[in-house]
């Protein structure tokens, strides 16, 4: 752990997203914890380039050769002496090469899956934000964290929840299966807000523009974690990642719709206690934890006031409704490739979805369909994972053309 003299050092991949940002929201009121280090974008070079001006890290990422160059000769003209990498390669390098010590993981998707797990396999603290990559490659990232000691942290809200709510010692890497049986830990209960069509009749559905599926009644997110709140696919994916996350079997994982999103997740125990972590939906609250942990730092997040709420509503997810999720649960039931295959394709249905490529309700089929496609194996390794995340990518792209 850093004492007080020394900084933590930190690499923001995709600082340029809304998790990046709400980071940097944080770091800007500590500048005596923190030093950024390295900041990592796709292709939004203006905001990246301001963000190096103010941070001033030792390495800058984009995703294409070209912007790099661009964003190169700019900080020079500044006087900086920024390195500025691209692609793949500059991602991973801004994690072995910046001499950071804490990654935040916020790139949106399977790009962050090689970055993210070279920061878990150099044993840096992870802040794991992307979900996707938990869930495409399951035991092997958890193998690596463990094998190297990285402090994995979650810091999506309802993960992060869970962990504030479990005892120590059901994280430790040394707790053995009967201690943590002691524990009496029966189930989780993820909270889920059902997104803004929780009540809109089905028929209306049809045709969901990708604004009305962008805007979230309660958090303010990236559009493609937006629309898979929307669909529940989210939760799906969520529900993977806290199977492996906490080693919990998927039985005891439940869903609850909860549409004030204030309880953020809940654990019961054997002995009737359930414990739920409270707060705002802001996810400056998640990522202060996951900085200072096991300090708690100022997120500059306004108290919460429970006599200001109208109730706390929880209910059962019309799995109908919401057929991304029952494609999820079957995916995590079935193991192996279909979770990577799950993800790979709903990636590409709502990139689809959100050019206008592809209707609303079609973002199921396509899934569904690819995952048909892809009889699930075994993943002994990266590079399975890899080959099963672009064959689906392949397939589901297919099924879209066809229409
Ligand atoms: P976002 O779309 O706002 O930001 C994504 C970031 O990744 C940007 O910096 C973008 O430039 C970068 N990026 C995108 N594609 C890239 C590529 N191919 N190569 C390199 N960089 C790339 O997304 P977000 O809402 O900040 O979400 C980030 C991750 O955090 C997602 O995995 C999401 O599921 C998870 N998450 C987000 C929230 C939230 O409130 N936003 C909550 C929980 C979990
Ligand atoms: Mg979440």
Same mark, same amino acid.
């Given at each position: 752990?850093?004492?007080?003299?020394?900084?933590?050092?930190?690499?923001?991949?995709?600082?340029?997203?809304?998790?990046?940002?709400?980071?940097?929201?944080?770091?800007?009121?500590?500048?005596?914890?923190?030093?950024?280090?390295?900041?990592?974008?796709? $292709?939004?070079?203006?905001?990246? !380039?301001?963000?190096?001006?103010?941070?001033?890290?030792?390495?800058?990422?984009?995703?294409?050769?070209?912007?790099?160059?661009?964003?190169?000769?700019? @900080?020079?003209?500044?006087?900086?002496?920024?390195?500025?990498? &691209?692609?793949?390669?500059?991602?991973?390098?801004?994690?072995?090469?910046?001499?950071?010590?804490?990654?935040?993981? !916020?790139?949106?998707?399977?790009?962050?899956?090689?970055?993210?797990?070279?920061?878990?396999?150099?044993?840096?603290?992870? %802040?794991?934000?992307?979900?996707? #990559?938990?869930?495409?490659?399951?035991?092997?990232?958890?193998?690596?964290?463990?094998?190297?000691?990285?402090?994995? @942290?979650?810091?999506?809200?309802?993960?992060?929840?869970?962990?504030?709510?479990?005892?120590?010692?059901?994280?430790?890497?040394?707790?053995?299966?009967?201690? $943590?049986?002691?524990?009496?830990?029966?189930?989780?209960? %993820?909270?889920?807000?059902?997104?803004?069509?929780?009540?809109?009749?089905?028929?209306?559905?049809?045709?969901?523009?990708?604004?009305?599926?962008? #805007?979230?009644?309660?958090?303010?997110?990236?559009?493609?974690?937006?629309?898979?709140?929307?669909?529940?696919?989210?939760?799906?994916?969520?529900?993977?990642?806290?199977?492996? @996350?906490?080693?919990?079997?998927?039985?005891?994982?439940?869903?609850?719709?909860?549409?004030?999103?204030?309880?953020?997740?809940?654990?019961? &125990?054997?002995?009737?206690?359930?414990?739920?972590?409270?707060?705002?939906?802001?996810?400056?609250?998640?990522?202060?934890?996951? @900085?200072?942990?096991?300090?708690?730092?100022? !997120?500059?997040?306004?108290?919460?006031?429970?006599?200001?709420?109208?109730?706390?509503?929880?209910?059962?997810?019309? %799995? $109908?409704?919401?057929?991304?999720?029952?494609?999820?649960?079957?995916?995590?039931?079935?193991?192996?490739?279909?979770?990577?295959?799950?993800?790979? #394709?709903?990636?590409?249905?709502?990139?689809?979805?959100?050019?206008?490529?592809?209707?609303?309700?079609?973002?199921?089929?396509?899934?569904?369909?690819?995952?048909?496609?892809?009889?699930?194996?075994? #993943?002994?390794?990266?590079?399975?994972?890899?080959?099963?995340?672009? $064959?689906?990518?392949?397939?589901?792209?297919?099924?879209?053309?066809?229409?």
């Amino acid at each position: 752990m850093t004492n007080s003299l020394q900084k933590r050092r930190l690499c923001i991949l995709g600082s340029t997203g809304s998790i990046g940002m709400n980071t940097l929201d944080v770091v800007r009121v500590h500048p005596e914890q923190f030093k950024v280090v390295a900041l990592t974008a796709g $292709k939004q070079t203006d905001r990246l !380039a301001e963000q190096c001006i103010e941070f001033k890290p030792a390495i800058a990422v984009l995703h294409s050769v070209d912007d790099a160059k661009a964003l190169s000769a700019l @900080l020079e003209g500044k006087g900086l002496s920024t390195k500025v990498l &691209y692609g793949q390669e500059g991602l991973i390098a801004s994690v072995s090469d910046s001499d950071c010590d804490t990654v935040m993981a !916020a790139i949106v998707g399977a790009a962050g899956l090689l970055p993210t797990l070279q920061a878990a396999q150099l044993g840096k603290r992870v %802040l794991l934000a992307n979900k996707e #990559a938990l869930v495409m490659s399951g035991d092997i990232f958890m193998n690596a964290a463990r094998e190297a000691g990285a402090e994995l @942290l979650p810091i999506d809200s309802e993960h992060n929840a869970i962990f504030q709510c479990l005892p120590p010692q059901f994280m430790s890497a040394n707790s053995t299966p009967k201690v $943590k049986e002691l524990l009496g830990v029966e189930e989780i209960w %993820l909270t889920a807000s059902g997104g803004p069509f929780r009540n809109t009749p089905i028929d209306n559905l049809v045709n969901i523009t990708p604004d009305e599926a962008c #805007a979230h009644p309660n958090w303010v997110m990236g559009r493609k974690i937006s629309v898979d709140s929307a669909t529940m696919m989210n939760k799906g994916l969520e529900v993977i990642e806290a199977h492996w @996350l906490f080693d919990i079997p998927l039985e005891k994982i439940k869903v609850l719709i909860h549409p004030e999103s204030v309880v953020h997740s809940m654990v019961r &125990y054997r002995d009737g206690s359930v414990m739920a972590q409270l707060g705002q939906p802001d996810m400056r609250t998640p990522i202060a934890y996951g @900085l200072a942990w096991p300090h708690r730092i100022d !997120a500059r997040v306004a108290p919460l006031n429970l006599t200001q709420l109208s109730g706390l509503h929880f209910m059962e997810p019309d %799995l $109908k409704r919401f057929p991304c999720l029952a494609l999820a649960f079957a995916a995590a039931k079935q193991g192996g490739t279909s979770p990577t295959v799950l993800n790979a #394709a709903n990636e590409i249905a709502v990139a689809a979805f959100l050019e206008g490529k592809l209707p609303y309700l079609k973002i199921a089929h396509v899934v569904e369909k690819t995952l048909n496609q892809l009889t699930s194996q075994k #993943a002994r390794s990266l590079d399975d994972v890899l080959e099963f995340d672009r $064959k689906a990518r392949e397939v589901a792209a297919q099924h879209i053309r066809q229409g």
